[in-house]
């Protein structure tokens, strides 16, 4: 070990290490700045000797490493201009690469045919071949090399020769590293080589001391696991395939006990906060809207809304998510919800993401309670409550009315955007917070809402209708309990859904025909693209804007008599609202729009969906979209039009969506296309993947088998004094931002 060892542990800075300054500066820019970070950026995948490159050929424009033997090198003069290219074919054992350097003739006498050669750039293809323009390099030591004998004459040659050209040749230190039978490949950039990580890797393991363990010997023999220090050296220099297997697993198991003992604190400490106790009461709003309804709950909505009311009857908070299917009837339970908090004298909260989903959860509300909703107003029921809009359009007079009515108690459900995050919104007496598709907000925005109980804890209720794995659930939601509606209401009409190629005129004016016949029947059309139309921006010549479609379906075409509008983001909130209300209305008979509608919107005349470049949206995305139709008496039809090929891996997204309703199935199919990413919200908390090893759609024996011994640990010492490995074992994987993901979430 070097000199660093008595000091250097896993929480050390890099720039206390003995790495280069320069080096050290650039692995800051891929945020590795501890030595834990750079310990846990592990390999993208691995080389054995004589086994270079991936299956697949690398798309246009991947940065791809390669490690191989120079076939040929030449110089060859240019023929428009003055000097020479260097053209060097290098064969990693499975294919080709022709590689270029301008004016390099000096590199000549370096590349020789038989070097062994690292090199990292961005593909390009001519006829068919791969070829890599001036990329990264790096001379590699070959220890199968009949012109050299014997290590010490090695090792001489190559330290002759990295003296010369120290950066790319590989150091007399590298040999033996660089010589091994499997060398670990690491994502790299144009500005930090696979090469250059490896080195610092390898100098800090060199210099560190043994790695704390959050396993006691018996939870690794009962699981069969490595030690963790074990296991972050075989993941970066392993000696064999197995090395690597072990390695994986137990920083599997690693990346698993994080994130659930995270959750299990969160889960555990919410247990001793004050929230209001909310029992039945016999003859309130509660009873009264259930009267009113002209149809039965479901079996699944009475055992839901039974869940939620044993939640809210306890002394401490509920923290309850609800996910269902697209017009499973998760409004209907949560306002049920609402209601047994307000007949308790408490205040109800609904945060929804765009200005048109509060307006849409406003109208329903409103058209459900009827009467009981007008509270304060003359005619209105003896235990009327008062439902309150807050939005960032609303004009100064009606917003200072509703900011009163808010913090006097007068309003007893609030609906609203952002706005009800902002500090001069005071509630009187907040009982419980609902989150509409939880995943639009961020962290701090979801904890300000719930800090705005005075005394108590409100209630908390997360609604989503992207259906969640059940893997996914337990990491993303681990310290909520969850129900779920998986039955639609009686009334709901099913819905056809077809693949539509744009690249076919006939197939695409017999969409817009086919929306013509829709509308001639009385019904309604949305008509979704994937941009506004306005942006500065180059976008792709395929991809039609809401703007633009608009204009084309006004100027000619079946549809050019009817009345259109369109619809997105940027417009001002009470023409957003205008427009959408005209839509529900009935006057309009078609929408241009943005994925604004994709929540929550409930037009029940609405039969068709449209969705222009498919292609561009996820799958559950898709799913969501297509719930907008078939709410009403008459069956729906969802078309998805693209540009996306027979056999590509974005039509077969697009023909499951079409194949299948099941939104469970299409969230299992849209992890896989995502790559399953940061589950943990890294969109939200600004940080970046943390979840190297485990895998959410294979590893669910694993997540509760962490799940339950974090449980176990937490349940008797919640703030891990008695588990410092532990805890710096939650800390090392989830950064500071992941953290505050989990506390807010």
């Known amino acids: 070990m070097g000199d660093h060892a008595a000091t250097l542990s896993t929480t050390s800075e890099l720039t206390a290490t003995s790495l280069d300054p320069r080096l050290v500066a650039k692995l800051a820019d891929l945020e590795l700045v501890t030595v834990g970070e750079l310990l846990r950026y592990v390999p993208r995948r691995y080389l054995a000797r004589g086994d270079s490159a991936d299956d697949e050929l690398p798309e246009p424009g991947t940065w791809i490493n390669v490690v191989g033997h120079v076939t040929r090198c030449e110089n060859i003069p240019m023929k428009r201009k003055p000097g020479s290219f260097l053209k060097v074919v290098v064969n990693d054992g499975r294919r080709t690469y022709e590689v270029s350097f301008f004016n390099a003739r000096w590199m000549k006498k370096r590349l020789v045919p038989g070097t062994r050669l690292a090199l990292a750039g961005t593909v390009k293809y001519f006829r068919g071949q791969i070829q890599l323009s001036h990329p990264e390099w790096l001379v590699l030591p070959d220890a199968v090399d009949d012109r050299v004998q014997g290590t010490s004459m090695l090792t001489e040659m190559y330290a002759d020769q990295a003296e010369q050209d120290p950066d790319h040749i590989a150091s007399a230190e590298d040999m033996d590293h660089f010589s091994r039978d499997i060398v670990p490949m690491y994502p790299a950039t144009k500005d930090v080589q696979t090469w250059e990580i490896w080195r610092a890797i390898r100098s800090v393991l060199a210099d560190l001391g043994p790695i704390a363990d959050a396993l006691t010997d018996a939870q690794r023999s009962e699981r069969g696991l490595l030690t963790s220090d074990e296991a972050v050296r075989k993941i970066h220099l392993p000696d064999t395939q197995s090395d690597i297997q072990e390695a994986t697993e137990r920083l599997k198991f690693d990346e698993a006990l994080a994130v659930q003992t995270a959750l299990a604190q969160n889960r555990i400490a919410a247990g001793t906060e004050s929230a209001h106790s909310c029992p039945h009461v016999r003859g309130g709003l509660e009873d009264q809207l259930l009267a009113l309804l002209p149809f039965d709950l479901t079996a699944g909505q009475n055992d839901v809304v039974a869940e939620i009311a044993h939640d809210i009857g ?63 107003q003359l005619g209105a029921a003896d235990s009327a409550t008062h439902v309150a809009l807050l939005t960032g359009s609303q004009k100064t007079a009606e917003r200072r009315q509703t900011l009163l009515d808010i913090v006097t108690g007068q309003a007893g459900i609030v609906i609203g955007t952002h706005a009800l995050l902002e500090d001069n919104v005071e509630f009187f007496d907040l009982g419980m917070v609902v989150v509409d598709e939880q995943h639009r907000f961020g962290v701090e925005q979801r904890d300000v809402l719930r800090a705005k109980g005075r005394v108590n804890r409100p209630h908390f209720l997360v609604m989503t209708a992207t259906p969640i794995p059940r893997t996914v659930a337990m990491i993303t939601f681990g310290d909520l309990e969850t129900s779920t509606l998986s039955e639609l209401p009686r009334g709901r009409q099913p819905i056809t859904s077809n693949v539509v190629p744009m690249d076919n005129p006939k197939w695409v004016n017999r969409v817009w025909d086919r929306a013509a016949e829709e509308v001639a029947a009385g019904r309604q059309v949305y ?44 417009l001002p909130g009470d023409e957003k609202n205008e427009v959408m209300d005209r839509f529900t209305r009935g006057e309009l008979d ?30 559950s995305q898709l799913h969501q ?30 023909d499951a969506v079409a194949a299948s309703s099941d939104g469970f199935e299409l969230a299992r199919i849209d992890l896989e296309a995502r790559r399953e990413g940061d589950v943990l919200g890294a969109a939200q908390s600004g940080g970046k993947s943390s979840l190297h090893f485990l895998s959410l759609l294979k590893d669910a024996d694993v997540i ?42």
């Open 314 to 376: 306890q002394p401490h908070p509920m923290n309850r998510l609800l996910q269902g299917e697209v017009g499973s009837g998760k409004t209907l339970v949560s306002l049920l919800a609402m209601l047994r908090v307000v007949d308790n004298g408490h205040q109800c909260a609904i945060l929804a993401p765009t200005e048109v989903l509060a307006a849409q959860h406003y109208r329903t509300v409103m058209t459900m309670l009827g009467d009981l909703a007008r509270g304060g």
């Open 527 to 570: 008509v979704v693209c994937t941009r506004i139309g306005d942006e500065k921006s180059n976008a792709d010549a395929q991809e039609i804007s809401v703007l633009d479609q608009w204009q084309e379906l006004t100027e000619s075409g079946p549809l050019v008599n009817r009345s259109i509008d369109y619809l997105h983001g940027r």
């Open 590 to 619: 078609v929408l241009v729009s943005t994925t604004v509608i994709e929540v929550g919107v409930d037009v029940p005349n609405a039969t068709m969906m449209v969705i222009v470049n498919a292609e561009r949206f996820g799958v």
């Open 625 to 654: 979209l297509r719930g907008r139709v078939g709410r009403g008496r008459h069956a729906g039809l969802c078309l998805l039009m693209t540009t996306a090929k027979p056999g590509t891996s974005a039509r077969s997204r697009l």
């Open 704 to 745: 509760e088998d962490a799940r339950e011994l974090a449980t176990e640990i937490v349940s008797a010492d919640l703030p891990l004094a008695d588990h410092p490995a532990l805890a710096g074992l939650v800390d090392a994987i989830l950064l500071p931002s992941k953290l505050g993901y989990l506390e807010k979430s």
